[in-house]
C-alpha cells in the first residue's frame, strides 16, 4: 500500500517561507501526476502545483513567482517551497498523485500565515 506523509507546515509571518515535504512510503515512480493541493476553511479544494503526466509543471496563478514545487526521486520526496507567503495561503495542504487508476491523498499539513 503505496502512502503519501506530509510534513513542514507551520505558522509564519507574511512574506516568510516554509518548505513542505511530501514522503512517498513506496517508490516515487509508481505514482504519476503528484501535486500539490490546499483547502482554506469555507472553500474549495484549490490545486496550487502539480507535474502533469508528461512532466510539466502548472501552478495556479496566485502563486506564480512565489511557490516551486520540485521532486527528489533518490528521496522519494516530493516539496513544495513556498516564499513570500500571504496570509490568504492559510490553508491545509495536500500531497496528491495517481497510483495506477487510484487518486492518493496524504492526511494533509496546516499552513497559517500571520497578518
Known amino acids: 500500500q503505496v502512502q503519501l506523509v506530509e510534513s513542514g507546515g507551520g505558522l509564519v509571518q507574511a512574506g516568510g517561507s516554509l518548505r513542505l515535504s511530501c514522503k512517498v512510503s513506496?517508490?516515487?515512480?509508481?505514482?504519476?501526476?503528484m501535486g500539490w493541493y490546499r483547502q482554506a476553511p469555507g472553500k474549495q479544494r484549490e490545486l496550487v502545483a502539480g507535474?502533469?503526466?508528461?512532466?510539466?509543471?502548472n501552478y495556479v496563478d496566485s502563486v506564480k513567482g512565489r511557490f516551486t514545487i520540485s521532486r527528489d526521486n533518490a528521496k522519494n520526496t516530493v516539496y513544495l517551497q513556498m516564499n513570500s507567503l500571504k496570509p490568504e495561503d492559510t490553508a491545509v495542504y495536500y500531497c496528491?498523485?495517481?497510483?495506477?487508476?487510484?487518486?492518493?491523498w496524504g492526511q494533509g499539513t496546516q499552513v497559517t500565515v500571520s497578518s
Open positions: 496528491t498523485g495517481k497510483y495506477y487508476f487510484d487518486d492518493i
Open positions: 513506496g517508490t516515487i515512480f509508481s505514482i504519476n501526476r
Open positions: 507535474f502533469t503526466s508528461g512532466g510539466t509543471i
